[in-house]
């Protein structure tokens, strides 16, 4: 049996080493090949492990004395601390004593810390961050970017669109996945002169290319796959998430205010727990980091346990299970080799 070694950040995180640690042990039973690296302050860990119950030979400390802050500087602190937690769970996917690396901790350092301690993809010129999404329609949409940069060139989105079909393939299991831009309208003609490029590059070159899709249609299972610009799917994520969380806040206050409100919730209850089911980001636990050679996924900053678990089990074993950077490397050299092709009859 093939061990998947997943380096963990134990101090990355609001709720950071307790949370952290309970999430990632949860995983282990469910998936027997799968081994914890806890990287952190070895007597913080051991403070929290101590009163947990886990298999020992499948969880191992390795200690880092330095912690990169929340409001620390990205790309100054990925420099000035190279003993600390977030960079050592990096180096050791690097090294190859690890098979991925996970980490709730400061966004902008552990974007900067994967572009350079793992380096890019051939092929890529800009990674993107991808994040399951819940969808009333079926399976979970998959968006990308959401947030890694804030612009891009349409040839970069093209490169999103074939590591997320890849990606949906081998580990949301979607056999031929559809794919769509986000737009203001699902018309050809619609958006800004970058997204025209790109609707025309992705008509030519992308298998399962389904058009454009408007906000409004992106939770009922128009695509399956979604791609736009980090500036744009960062705020769209962030409105989502701000949107659910006060639409369930409103119906727990509301239903408190008369007896037979309490009656009726009651009676639907199984209806409202569905819903929370469908809107809770924990369920999908965080987003990996495609286009780095190495797998890197950012779980929220405020993630508890469940987050934690699911990031591993629905995320970081499959991907290294079913060999996704291998996969993601043979699609863009295949993307390379058809836009050179194109290019060079042009001429």
């Known amino acids: 049996m093939c061990l998947v070694k997943v380096a963990v950040d134990a101090m990355g995180g609001d709720n950071a080493p307790g949370e952290i640690i309970r999430g990632a042990l949860s995983a282990l039973s469910s998936l027997e090949d799968l081994h914890i690296i806890l990287v952190g302050q070895e007597y913080k860990i051991n403070e929290v492990l101590k009163n947990l119950d886990y298999p020992a030979n499948k969880v191992e400390v390795f200690h880092t004395e330095e912690v990169i802050e929340c409001d620390d500087d990205p790309g100054l602190s990925i420099r000035s601390k190279k003993k600390s937690s977030m960079v050592q769970t990096l180096q050791l996917v690097r090294s190859g004593e690890a098979d991925a690396a996970l980490s709730a901790g400061n966004t902008g350092a552990l974007m900067a810390a994967g572009l350079l301690f793992l380096g890019r993809l051939t092929g890529i010129s800009r990674p993107a961050l991808l994040t399951p999404m819940p969808s009333f329609g079926g399976q979970p949409v998959l968006y990308l970017d959401v947030g890694a940069n804030m612009d891009a060139r349409p040839e970069q989105l093209l490169q999103y669109a074939y590591m997320g079909r890849v990606y949906?393939?081998?580990?949301?299991?979607?056999?031929?996945?559809?794919?769509?831009?986000?737009?203001?309208?699902?018309?050809?003609?619609?958006?800004?002169?970058?997204?025209?490029?790109?609707?025309?590059?992705f008509d030519e070159h992308l298998p399962g290319f389904c058009g454009n899709v408007e906000g409004t249609e992106a939770f009922f299972n128009a695509a399956d796959v979604v791609v736009c610009d980090g500036f744009v799917g960062n705020i769209f994520l962030k409105t989502a998430e701000g949107l659910s969380r006060a639409i369930l806040s409103y119906f727990r206050i509301g239903i408190k205010i008369k007896l037979r409100y309490k009656l009726g919730a009651y009676l639907l209850k199984p209806i409202f727990l569905g819903l929370r089911e469908k809107v809770d980001s924990s369920g999908y636990g965080g987003a990996p980091l495609l286009g780095v050679n190495g797998l890197c996924i950012k779980c929220h900053g405020s993630a508890k346990a469940r987050s934690i678990e699911q990031a591993l089990i629905k995320q970081a074993y499959p991907f290294v299970h079913n060999r996704v950077i291998d996969l993601l490397q043979e699609a863009l050299k295949e993307l390379s080799c058809e836009i050179g092709e194109v290019k060079d009859s042009e001429q």
């Open 168 to 201: 949906a393939q081998q580990v949301i299991g979607l056999a031929e996945p559809r794919i769509a831009l986000l737009n203001v309208g699902v018309e050809s003609n619609k958006g800004n002169n970058q997204i025209k490029k790109a609707y025309k590059l």
